[in-house]
């Protein structure tokens, strides 16, 4: 049981390139979540689904962008990367949403 | 404005002395409550939740946490500090609704001194 898996779990990107950040859970949740870490300020949450071809904005969604076509997949995607992004990424998954979210290892992310 | 606050940046006990975050929340309805740890490099680990009935709650690793509705309140206790217990710890809550996200608080970091 591989819980919440997330590659890759380092990613040195220049200003202005793009990629995708890859979430995947073998646990049938159909809640899931990217968070970014930053020093003194918790998670903040970037984009949230609550089921597969659902997705909607959370707290700082500038920048990013998601799509859910499964139940397994949630990637998120850096359009244009900026320093500002410079962070360590969490994708979370739950069944409920109120029993608790298991969070993947992270991705560190540093933009030069 | 809706919040979860960790009044606590940073707090230093010793082993095998008892420890206290505080937690307090600002919401209409008392939302999901939880506790969750994250070790150096990791992701995180819950500890514990509350929604409703008994007040105080047990979790993993030794730890407990109490709500209080009048203190709009969930702190978290552990009797006995163990040197690995140092990391940092969110206090979070999922507010009842179509969303159901986490919002957590900025954090505590615990340093355990032998």
């Known amino acids: 049981n591989a819980g919440v898996t997330q590659t890759p779990k380092f990613q040195v990107l220049k200003t202005g390139q793009s990629m995708t950040l890859q979430c995947a859970q073998d646990m049938n949740h159909e809640y899931m979540s990217w968070y970014r870490q930053d020093p003194g300020m918790g998670l903040r949450l970037i984009h949230y689904?609550?089921?597969?071809?659902?997705?909607d904005q959370g707290e700082v969604p500038n920048g990013y962008n998601v799509s859910r076509s499964t139940t397994e997949d949630f990637p998120l995607r850096l359009l244009s990367a900026a320093p500002s992004q410079t962070s360590v990424y969490f994708c979370?998954?739950?069944?409920?949403?109120?029993?608790?979210?298991?969070f993947g290892s992270g991705t560190r992310l540093t933009v030069v | 404005a809706q919040s979860v606050t960790q009044p606590d940046i940073h707090i230093t006990v010793s082993e095998g002395a008892s420890l206290e975050l505080r937690c307090n929340y600002s919401?209409?309805?008392?939302?999901?409550l939880f506790w969750y740890v994250q070790s150096p490099g990791q992701g995180l680990q819950l500890l514990l939740k509350y929604f409703s009935g008994d007040t105080l709650v047990q979790g993993i690793k030794g730890f407990e946490a109490e709500f209080k509705r009048s203190q709009s309140s969930f702190n978290l206790r552990k009797p006995s500090v163990h040197w690995s217990d140092a990391a940092e710890y969110f206090c979070?809550?999922?507010?009842?609704?179509?969303?159901?996200?986490?919002?957590f608080g900025s954090g505590t970091q615990l340093t355990v001194l032998p």
């Open positions: 979370a998954s739950s069944w409920t949403g109120t029993d608790g979210y298991t």
């Open positions: 979070a809550v999922v507010v009842s609704g179509s969303a159901r996200q986490l919002t």
């Open positions: 919401y209409g309805a008392t939302p999901y």
């Open positions: 689904s609550v089921g597969a071809g659902i997705t």
